[in-house]
Each structure stands twice: as structure tokens, then as C-alpha cells.
């Protein structure tokens, strides 16, 4: 009667074995990845408004600049805060010269990069689209 019953013992050698080929598939997949550059954070892996969200700028002293100046400074700015890991891609879309006659001033300290974004926007009379992989300021 003994012989009949058979306990049932987990099996827990192929759970392991999976969880170490897992483990070596993706240390592969990172291997190759820092191989191709691809593993620094950019707006192909984060939506551009969450990525200037998490990027603080230390100071901001416009004065009568165009919105492509104030724009070129922010990139400046935002390659430097993230050692040159996140680029945004600024496009403006300004058909009609809306934004011709239209200048930034402002001075500002400690504040997301979005923020600084929004009240460029603000000043020169435009509104902001987030793209996947680009920010398009335009005319309201």
C-alpha cells in the first residue's frame, strides 16, 4: 500500500532554470543594447513632457530674446543638466509670422523645464503639442 502512494515533491529545478536563462537573456539584451548606445534615457524612451518634467533648470535670465533664442538656450540648458543624454526636438510652426514681433523676457530660478517651457509659450502667444519625438510650439 505504501508503494500506491507517492508524494508529490514540487519541482523547482526548471522554475530556477527558466529564471537563469531570463536573467541571461536580458543581461545579453543590455549588453547590446550599450553596444548600439541605445541605453542613455531620450525621448524615444520617455514622452517628451514627463522627460522636461524630471529636469530642473538652475537659471534663466531672458531678455527680449525671440522665441528660437529662448528655445536654443533651453536646449542648451537641458543637454547640460542631463550631460547631453536628452535632446529635445523644438519644432515651431509659425505659418503666418504670429511669432515675428514677439520677444521673452524673464528671469527665473529652480524650475522644471517643462514650467520654462510653458511660460516661453505663454509670453510669446503660443500653445505647446507633445509629440512622441518632438515639441511643437505654434501660434493659439
Same mark, same amino acid.
Given at each position: 500500500?505504501?508503494?500506491?502512494?507517492?508524494?508529490?515533491?514540487p519541482?523547482?529545478?526548471?522554475?530556477?532554470?527558466?529564471?537563469?536563462?531570463?536573467?541571461?537573456?536580458?543581461?545579453?539584451?543590455?549588453?547590446? =543594447?550599450?553596444?548600439?548606445? $541605445?541605453?542613455?534615457?531620450?525621448? @524615444? &524612451?520617455?514622452?517628451?513632457?514627463?522627460? /522636461?518634467?524630471? *529636469?530642473?533648470?538652475?537659471?534663466?535670465?531672458?531678455?527680449q530674446?525671440t522665441?528660437?533664442?529662448?528655445?536654443?538656450?533651453?536646449?542648451?540648458?537641458?543637454?547640460?543638466?542631463?550631460?547631453?543624454?536628452?535632446?529635445?526636438?523644438?519644432?515651431?510652426?509659425d505659418?503666418?509670422? =504670429?511669432?515675428?514681433?514677439r $520677444?521673452?523676457?524673464?528671469?527665473? @530660478? &529652480?524650475?522644471p523645464?517643462?514650467?520654462? /517651457?510653458?511660460? *516661453?509659450?505663454?509670453?510669446?502667444?503660443?500653445?505647446?503639442?507633445?509629440?512622441?519625438?518632438?515639441?511643437?510650439?505654434?501660434?493659439?
Amino acid at each position: 500500500m505504501k508503494n500506491m502512494i507517492k508524494s508529490r515533491k514540487p519541482v523547482i529545478l526548471p522554475s530556477i532554470v527558466h529564471a537563469v536563462i531570463l536573467a541571461l537573456s536580458l543581461s545579453c539584451l543590455s549588453i547590446q =543594447a550599450k553596444e548600439l548606445g $541605445t541605453t542613455q534615457p531620450s525621448f @524615444n &524612451n520617455i514622452h517628451p513632457k514627463y522627460a /522636461l518634467k524630471q *529636469i530642473n533648470i538652475q537659471a534663466v535670465d531672458f531678455e527680449q530674446l525671440t522665441i528660437r533664442e529662448a528655445l536654443e538656450i533651453l536646449t542648451i540648458k537641458i543637454e547640460h543638466q542631463t550631460n547631453k543624454k536628452i535632446t529635445p526636438n523644438f519644432i515651431i510652426r509659425d505659418l503666418k509670422g =504670429a511669432f515675428k514681433n514677439r $520677444t521673452v523676457t524673464m528671469q527665473l @530660478n &529652480n524650475l522644471p523645464a517643462n514650467t520654462l /517651457l510653458e511660460y *516661453i509659450a505663454n509670453q510669446v502667444g503660443g500653445s505647446i503639442r507633445y509629440d512622441r519625438h518632438a515639441i511643437v510650439i505654434s501660434p493659439r
